[in-house]
Every structure is written in C-alpha cells, then in structure tokens.
C-alpha cells in the first residue's frame, strides 16, 4: 500500500504570470503558499488482472491506455507503466474546481505514489515537470505551471519561470512573527461555486499568445505586484501586503467577463467594510475561494457568516508533496 498527499495552494502574489503565452516572452514571477488541506492517492497491488481506479468514477479496465481519466491514463504512460493487478483511489479535502490548484495537486501526488511503485527517488523540480509535461504539453491545458511547482516543493516559495521553460525556486524570506501573522490573518470563505479554470485561463492565454496589448500590459503590472508584494512580506509590512492584494484582485478582473461576478463583488465590499484589508478570490476567477487578509477578523467572520459563508481554517504546508505511507 503507498498513500502520497499533495497540499493545495493560495496564491500571494503574481499569479497569472506563470503561463507560457507570457513567461516564455516576458519572463513570469510570483509568489505561492501551500496550505495544509491535501489530494490523497492511494495504489496497491491486487490479485485480479485489471486496473481498477476509483475517483468520482469507478474505471475499471485491462490496461492504463484504456482509462477515460486523461490525468490518470497519461501518467502512467508517462511512467512507462500499464497498471495491471493495481488499484488506485483519490480522495481530496477539498473539492475541485475551487481555486487551490487541486489538479496540480492531483497529479503531483499521483506522479509521487508511482514514482513510489517504481523505487524512483524524484526531487521536487523533477516532479513538477513531470506533472506539467502531463498537463501542459500531453493534455494541452492552458493552464500555468504555478500549481504544480508549489505543490511539489510546499512552503511559501518564490517562482521565477523562465523563456525556454525553466523553473527558479526559492522560499520567501519571512520572519517567524510575520509567518504566524500571515497565517492568523489571511481567512478563506468559500462562494460556494466550482467552475472549470481551463475556460477563464484559455481566454487569458488565446489573447497573450496574440499579444493583446491590454492583457500584457495587465499582466506586466500583476507581476510588478508580485514583486512588491514580495518586498513588504520580507519587511514584515503585512498592512501593505493587503493593499497589493486589493489591487490585484482588481485588476484581475480586468482579464476575463468571467472573472467575478456581481453576487462575489458584494461579498468583497462587505469583507472591505467589515475588517478585511485586502482581498481576492483565489485561483483563476469565476467562483471558488475568498481569501482576505483582517487583523479585525471576528467582524469579517461575523459579517461573512451572515451572507452565508463557509470558513475554512488552514495553516501553512512547508512538506511538498510525499509519500505518507509506504509498505
């Protein structure tokens, strides 16, 4: 039996940045925190013939290239494995389709528990470009690489993405008292909408690749942004921090109609009135996660459950993706 685990992720700052319609002409940064809520992959072997896996689906077929699961199928043909006499089963703590990069996360921990199958040791770079391979050039998602990458290494890690396709990593360098400020006081509200990020990001990466001036420029300031934001995080102005989210998130919605829409907008005013400094909706628009940074957040939690709100409490990732179980 091998069980790996992948944290999900928020995004601190730059986000966007991180595709290769604009890393690969202008060079991407930004910032992002793993948080400690997980995919699970489960594998172990069977004594029947078939690969059976299991996830909001039961697949159960003679050989991996059959499986309807595009994640699934090309990882193991990724891994050179057929799947036979295997069962495989994926769990998440929190549902897709909301923001915190779960399909980087599906498929970071997936490639970790057959890498495990395997005896490969894979280091985290390694294992990040192994799920972007399957996502980005096998699956032609357009999506970015930020997922995978924070998934992979954990912590509250700077990324550079380069033209040419590689990755530089380094963790934020914050205080202790400003860590533990920053995770008392970012608080995540969930809208209560999924939606699919592919559709909001392929309209961002359609204008980039036809260099859109209005998106380039959008995105050129939503990584100066990230730089900043990196700047008052080291120096411990978390105040300031909060205000580059403000006015990120309102320049994200300056990429796509789908963006937001006017039922989050009410909810961000009444955050803005009620405690919250800053704000954005995590992940590529459209629905998922509020996520506000409050140092009043008894007022912003009150104001938030009276319209409706679920909180969900998390602290900090600083494992990566890895193995949990393994016997």
């Not at 280091?123 to 997922?147: F, S, T, V």
Request: net charge neutral.
């Amino acid at each position: 039996m091998i069980i790996a685990r992948s944290p999900l992720r928020i995004s601190l700052g730059g986000g966007g940045t991180d595709l290769p319609s604009y890393y690969e002409q202008h060079t991407g940064f930004l910032i992002a925190a793993a948080i400690d809520k997980y995919v699970y992959i489960t594998l172990h072997e069977t004594f029947v013939p078939d690969l059976i896996v299991k996830y909001s689906k039961l697949e159960r077929v003679a050989k991996a290239s059959e499986l309807e699961h595009p994640i699934i199928r090309e990882a193991f043909a990724l891994l050179g494995l057929e799947g036979r006499s295997m069962e495989l089963t994926s769990m998440a703590d929190i549902p897709a389709g909301t923001g915190l990069g779960s399909s980087g996360s599906f498929t970071t921990a997936l490639l970790k528990a057959l890498n495990s199958h395997k005896k490969n040791l894979v280091h985290p770079a390694e294992l990040a470009e192994q799920a972007c391979d399957i996502e980005l050039n096998r699956l032609h998602e357009p999506i970015g690489k930020q997922d995978q990458y924070i998934a992979s290494y954990g912590g509250i890690t700077c990324f550079k993405f380069l033209p040419g396709g590689r990755v530089e990593a380094w963790p934020l360098k914050l205080s202790e008292e400003t860590r533990y400020n920053l995770e008392d006081n970012l608080l995540l509200f969930f809208t209560g909408y999924a939606r699919s990020a592919s559709k909001i990001l392929k309209e961002q990466d359609d204008k980039s690749k036809s260099a859109d001036k209005s998106m380039t420029e959008n995105l050129h300031f939503v990584k100066e942004l990230g730089l900043k934001s990196q700047s008052a995080l080291e120096r411990g102005d978390l105040s300031e921090f909060a205000g580059y989210m403000h006015v990120h998130w309102q320049r994200k919605k300056e990429r796509s109609g789908g963006m937001s829409n006017p039922q989050i907008n009410e909810w961000y005013d009444t955050a803005m009135a009620n405690g919250a400094l800053g704000g954005k909706l995590i992940g590529a628009g459209g629905g998922g996660f509020l996520m506000f940074y409050a140092e009043d957040k008894t007022k912003l939690r009150h104001a938030m459950r009276e319209k409706g709100l679920k909180e969900v409490r998390f602290k900090f990732d600083f494992e990566g993706t890895k193995v949990v179980i393994s016997g």
